[in-house]
């Protein structure tokens, strides 16, 4: 039996923030604002995964009003939705990330970051896609005031 899910957040980028995405900490001027860590991409992944098995989503497993999640690492959290014993059945088959920011320069990281998920995952780098594009400074991102992420994820059992 196969699942598909897809997720999307968008955090805003202010200065005295680290910019963490996919459990990378990358260095830059301004970082992602959030009630945790803000890593926008593993948030995108986490509701792509809630998503597949329509389970609601990552508001509904971690409360933004819950101060245990203040400052969490969304790699942690990412753990924990897996472990959920409506999930950890399932395998994930690929996943494709797609991280909209105008700056910094993503490539340098990105295969650090598919390790990272792919390691969380327990599957192969090569089933872990992750992009970066800017928008050619058109909207939000593209005027630095925030980056988003999507997620597309395949499930089997
Ligand atoms: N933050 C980013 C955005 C893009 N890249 C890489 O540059 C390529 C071209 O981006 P365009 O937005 O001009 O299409 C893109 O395919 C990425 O490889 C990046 O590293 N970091
Ligand atoms: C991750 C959570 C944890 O409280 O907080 P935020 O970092 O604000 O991120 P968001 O994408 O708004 O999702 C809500 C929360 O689940």
Redesign the pocket.
């Known amino acids: 039996m196969f699942r598909i899910g897809q997720g999307y957040d968008v955090h805003r980028l202010v200065p005295g923030r680290e910019l963490v995405l996919c459990g990378v900490k990358i260095p830059h001027s301004t970082g992602l604002l959030g009630h945790s860590d803000a890593d926008v991409a593993v948030h995108a992944l986490m509701d792509a995964l809630i998503g597949a098995l329509a389970l609601g989503d990552i508001g509904g497993f971690f409360p933004d009003t819950d101060p245990a999640y203040a400052g969490a690492d969304s790699m942690k959290l990412l753990e924990q939705v897996l472990a959920d014993p409506r999930v950890r059945d399932w395998r994930v088959e690929n996943l494709d990330l797609t991280?909209?920011?105008?700056?910094?320069?993503?490539?340098?990281y990105?295969e650090t970051m598919r390790q990272n998920l792919a390691a969380a995952l327990r599957i192969c780098v090569g089933q872990v896609s992750v992009?970066?594009?800017?928008?050619?400074k058109l909207g939000f991102e593209g005027r630095e005031e925030g980056i988003s992420a999507s997620c597309v994820v395949l499930l089997s059992r």
Do not use: D, F, G, M
């Open positions: 991280i909209v920011a105008q700056k910094p320069r993503l490539l340098p990105r992009k970066a594009t800017t928008t050619e």
